[in-house]
């Protein structure tokens, strides 16, 4: 990637085709939240009013404790929530009735593996939901399907098939679905690649191996495949390993590659934010935080390189938080020493700064992702104080409100997932659902 001269922002001449986001799943109603940055993975709620002022007195309507470990983010679909768990020693999916917060059932889906870092857990990555069927995928390398009833219909394991879990810490990256396959992007220090099995069999449809030469650490990614379209055609946008590619979803086939995201070299440019896509832009934050870089993802499948840069900011960025998008706009959430709890918000075809509002700053950080909802922002903290930010609509949002749960452990890092006109909300050690005051 070219280094950019002054100032921060570095444009390039930019011509807009439409391509819509492929949703992956048919409900995309107020009570669907179908996986881990919602049915079209941009962050992004249907509906017009959620809560935004509340308390553990006032404004939940039930809290339900989760026990073990996990910061899975909870689905939604069909009056009842998903989410991962790790419990005695076991992978567990869990449904929930999402009317009071009780469980459903559970279901045992290997053994549990986490437990390497202080935010990690084995069931960090989000399940996700398509139809009838609920996927489920474990640092222990499971990857199972299971129905609305609880009954596994298929199960498998990547390490077996494919070589053992490399990664310095817990696992991140959350499966997702195409129209045909349930995908799994594995980015380690040794064998990665990205892989596709047919979502009612569970028979391996492609993989493709994607070794990409990064040094040490910043070969490791904990990021989540984007289901996109590119000119029509189905494809998969994977972010890590210092390179964007692109992916045919009915084969693999890898149609476009930008590198040089790490010029330097650096050895734990590791990548946890993942990118996030509106129309033919995918925005993609690296460097731990410090670079954003917004490209025209059918221009890269032209084969352009670097010509597909549409802007570059050294200035901003994002390091666990993944951004969300809608209309044109990109919030950006900072979590780096200096700039922790900035949010920012961009123009998406320009990378330009449209306003920022500063949480209260403290030595708490940010790992859930923010979320659009209504003409509000928010922003929760790893000891689960959620910033709600609004009037989105108005030139100058403000910070309208600071809400504080009792479940302040650290750490939260599952994102808030809205509930027609609700939000749920996993802390450390709870599942809320929340109402407001």
């Not at 009570?31 to 941009?42: E, F, H, L, Y």
């Not at 009842?80 to 009735?97: E, F, H, P, Q």
């Not at 020493?337 to 075809?349: E, K, N, Q, T």
């Amino acid at each position: 990637m070219r280094e950019f001269d002054s100032p921060s922002v570095a444009l390039i001449p930019l011509v807009l085709v439409t391509a819509l986001l492929v949703g992956t799943s048919s409900t995309r109603g107020a009570d669907s939240w179908t996986q881990w940055r919602g049915p079209d993975q941009n962050g992004v709620a249907v509906g017009e009013r959620f809560p935004v002022r509340w308390s553990e007195n006032d404004g939940v309507t039930w809290k339900t404790e989760i026990p073990g470990s996990g910061g899975s983010t909870p689905v939604i679909a069909g009056g009842s929530a998903y989410l991962t768990a790790g419990v005695d020693d076991k992978n567990l999916l869990i449904a929930l009735d999402v009317k009071d917060g009780s469980v459903s059932w559970q279901v045992a889906l290997g053994n549990d593996r986490g437990g390497k870092h202080k935010k990690g857990s084995g069931s960090n990555p989000s399940p996700v939901i398509d139809g009838e069927l609920i996927y489920a995928y474990y640092r222990s390398g499971d990857l199972a399907c299971v129905n609305r009833r609880g009954d596994v219909q298929w199960q498998l394991n990547l390490q077996d098939r494919f070589g053992e879990d490399t990664l310095w810490w817990d696992l991140g990256s959350s499966p997702t679905v195409t129209q045909d396959a349930v995908v799994v992007a594995v980015m380690q220090t040794g064998p990665s690649y990205v892989v596709a099995f047919d979502k009612k069999s569970g028979e391996q449809l492609w993989k493709s191996d994607r070794m990409l030469g990064a040094p040490e650490e910043a070969a490791q990614s904990y990021t989540t495949p984007l289901v996109v379209e590119i000119q029509g055609r189905e494809t998969i946008a994977v972010m890590g390993a210092d390179h964007l590619t692109l992916h045919r979803a009915n084969d693999g086939q890898e149609i476009g590659k930008l590198g040089g995201f790490n010029p330097s070299g650096e050895r734990f440019f590791r990548s946890i934010s993942s990118p996030v896509a509106e129309g033919n832009l995918i925005v993609c934050p690296y460097s731990r935080g410090a670079t954003l870089t917004a490209v025209n993802m059918e221009e890269l499948a032209n084969g352009k390189g670097e010509d597909a840069i549409v802007w570059f900011r050294d200035d901003l960025g994002s390091d666990v938080p993944t951004p969300a998008a809608v209309n044109g706009r990109v919030y950006v959430v900072s979590d780096g020493r200096a700039s922790r709890g900035l949010v920012s918000c961009l123009d998406i075809h320009t990378g330009e700064t449209l306003w920022e509002v500063q949480t209260p700053r403290s030595r708490i950080g940010f790992s859930s992702s923010p979320l659009v909802a209504g003409d509000h922002l928010y922003v929760t903290s790893e000891v689960g104080t959620t910033y709600v930010i609004g009037p989105l609509s108005a030139p100058q949002p403000e910070l309208v409100a600071e809400n504080q749960i009792a479940d302040d452990a650290q750490y939260t890092v599952a994102s808030p997932a809205p509930l027609d006109g609700s939000l749920l909300l996993r802390s450390r050690n709870n599942l809320y659902r929340i109402q407001g005051k």
